[in-house]
């Protein structure tokens, strides 16, 4: 039972992953939400957890990278929000 959760959490997080990744490479951060980047982390942090006890170090890894994605996102758009309304004034 335990194994059908976390593929379920690993197809979860692959879609999310591969949405962001896109949104950040094609510099429209704008269609990627808040929420959605929250329940992004919850996701793989919930995996990243979940795997602590097998001290398998590759999760954490996947985490730092996906912050790292996030907040790379997260910057855009408010770059983004800043220079459009500076273009709109």
Known sequence: MQ??????FFIVYA????K???DVLTLKPLFTSIPLHMLFLI???FIALNNYKNRN??????FINTTQ???GSFF?????YK??????Q
């Open 43 to 45: 996701y793989l942090l």
């Open 76 to 80: 855009k758009k408010t770059t983004f």
């Open 57 to 62: 170090t590759t999760f954490f890894l996947l």
């Open 15 to 18: 879609i999310l992953y591969v």
């Open 3 to 8: 194994s059908k959760f976390k593929v379920i």
């Open 83 to 88: 220079l459009y309304i500076t273009k709109e």
């Open 69 to 71: 994605l996030v907040s």
């Open 20 to 22: 962001l990744l896109i």
